[in-house]
């Protein structure tokens, strides 16, 4: 019988990579895949007529959506808070956004900043492209066409916007957009938020110095001490502050660390009333783990803080508890001149 030679260098089969419903690749089992499957008849049923009663409400292509905002602010609110579904989550997006206005507003602009203008952050975006989502299957081929696709969002609002031009961390929030729209979309939707289309705009949150930023960690603080005394009162005595766990939360709104299912709840309802479901998000985090956080000290307090335990990012359990939290975080003092221009 004839041997047959093997190649050492030879890696058999490709392996199948293994998806979850949003597209990241999953780098092991997840015990809750099975329970997962046993509930998919009556979520399938649940998230059905979930997705009719939204068709109804937005109508073909969004043309009744302004109308029924008008007409039923609870119900839409109500809707909202408990998720968009997600086959409509990026048309819904662009409508209570604003973005949709901008686009038609704006015909050919889209183009001509990603075809006929250069920008000074090109280096920088094509430097970053990589570290964006880098475990989703859009995102992970070098030069492929989802890096192509944030490549040309990013370098068309340098562009549009010279002022910020481009800052680490847009480019999680450009990602996740264009996960659920086309390029110009996404680059319009991006536009509304930081020019404040519908609410406070963002481009503060990019600008040299990050003035924004540190205008809602000093809130943070202040409402940390309000709203949880006890843990604010043992942050004081590690020396711990905002600026050391919760900058990405404002900065990425969330899609930066945490797991994207949450993140996709967070923008929901963010995009619909606004930077004060970040406040209130992040203090339902710190409230739910506040027992076990008064209890460490600082190197682990760290690490807590930006690692949460699982349990704590089910978006069913924390967003009530967030909505629950009376917090007027855009009512609070500004902080001192100097420390904005730090």
């Known amino acids: 019988m004839e041997s047959k030679v093997v190649d050492e260098n030879d890696e058999g089969p490709a392996v199948p990579m293994r998806v979850d419903r949003f597209g990241f690749v999953r780098q092991e ?3 809750n895949e099975g329970l997962a499957r046993s509930r998919s ?57 604003g973005s949709r206005d901008l ?9 001509q900043l990603v075809i006929y203008e250069t920008s000074a952050s090109e280096l920088d975006i094509i430097r970053d492209i990589s570290r964006t989502f880098p475990s989703h299957v859009f995102f992970q081929q070098r030069h492929g066409p989802g890096q192509r696709s944030l490549y040309n969002i990013l370098k068309a609002y340098s562009v549009f916007d010279r002022d910020v031009g481009y800052v680490q961390g847009m480019g999680f929030v450009a990602g996740l957009l264009l996960l659920y729209m086309s390029e110009e979309d996404a680059f319009w939707l991006l536009v509304a938020l930081l020019k404040g289309a519908v609410h406070t705009p963002m ?38 502050n905002p600026s050391m766990y919760a900058s990405q939360w404002f900065i990425t709104v969330f899609s930066y660390s945490f797991p994207f299912h949450l993140a996709l709840r967070i ?61 007027s975080p855009l009512s609070l003092p500004l902080p001192p001149p100097l420390l904005l221009s730090q």
């Open 29 to 31: 089992h997840s015990p």
């Open 41 to 97: 008849a009556f979520e399938y049923q649940r998230d059905e007529r979930r997705i009719r009663k939204w068709r109804k409400m937005i109508g073909v292509g969004g043309i009744d959506w302004k109308q029924y905002v008008r007409r039923k602010p609870h119900v839409v609110k109500r809707r909202i808070r408990k998720g968009i579904p997600d086959c409509l989550r990026g048309l819904v997006w662009q409508l209570i956004s």
């Open 103 to 111: 686009l038609l507003l704006n015909p050919g602009v889209y183009e």
């Open 203 to 240: 481009e503060g949150m990019y600008l040299v110095g990050l003035p924004l930023v540190q205008q809602y960690l000093f809130q943070f603080d202040r409402l940390v001490k309000e709203h949880l005394p006890k843990l604010g009162e043992h942050f004081a005595q590690e020396m711990i």
């Open 267 to 327: 923008w929901d309802v963010f995009l619909f009333e606004g930077v004060k479901v970040v406040f209130k998000v992040g203090l339902a985090l710190l409230k739910y783990c506040q027992d076990d956080l008064v209890k460490l000290p600082f190197e682990k307090l760290i690490h807590a803080l930006r690692n949460f335990p699982e349990d704590a990012m089910n978006p069913d359990l924390l967003l009530p508890m967030a909505f629950s939290i009376k917090a």
